[in-house]
């Protein structure tokens, strides 16, 4: 990479905006809620954590959003809450497995070959199934997110829910994270 000896500081500035603009990260983002009233909200009326994790806490059915809201826009993550009915992504499609004697057992498919599947239910239980002992096996192609957001909450609560999740980040360790002068210029 060539060396930027020739660019001044609003110039070195400015394209370090734009790399950031590209990589989706923006200083400028606007928060539009409460984070602390959203992370109340995530971990109890909006019950966000039955299947998400943040930080280590929550569930496992849907996918962690510890990190989701750094590169996002808060547009982006509210439509993302109140349009549950997108494209599922892969490794978090559901289906439901009726055993032979009728049993049926609903979860998210997290392994599948041509001969069996695994499913993982709400209660965090693997069930493994070989596919020529199943009477049906059927998928679903719609997601298990609750799309009734915009029913359930008010637009204040999921303004402060995106506030949490665009601050979620866990605060790297301070010995890690601060440079010395000297390591800065070396860069």
Do not use: W
Request: aromatic share 8%; glycine share 8%.
């Amino acid at each position: 990479m060539p060396a930027f000896h020739s660019l001044g500081t609003a110039e070195v500035q400015a394209l370090v905006s734009y790399v950031r603009a590209l990589q989706g990260k923006s200083d400028d983002r606007v928060v539009p809620g409460n984070a602390a009233n959203g992370k109340k909200i995530f971990f109890g009326k909006g019950e966000c954590s039955s299947c998400h994790a943040v930080a280590g806490q929550g569930g496992f059915l849907g996918p962690d959003l510890t990190t989701y809201g750094a590169t996002s826009s808060s547009k982006q993550i509210l439509d993302a809450i109140l349009n549950a009915n997108r494209i599922v992504p892969s490794g978090y499609k559901s289906a439901a497995a009726t055993t032979r004697d009728g049993t049926r057992i609903d979860g998210v498919v997290r392994n599948e070959d041509n001969f069996s599947v695994q499913l993982q239910t709400q209660d965090g239980a693997f069930h493994f199934f070989q596919k020529s002992d199943l009477q049906k096996l059927e998928y679903s192609n719609q997601s298990i997110m609750p799309s009734n957001y915009a029913q359930r909450l008010s637009q204040d609560e999921l303004n402060d829910i995106v506030s949490f999740l665009m601050g979620a980040n866990p605060p790297h360790d301070k010995n890690t994270s601060k440079k010395t002068k000297t390591e800065d210029d070396a860069e």
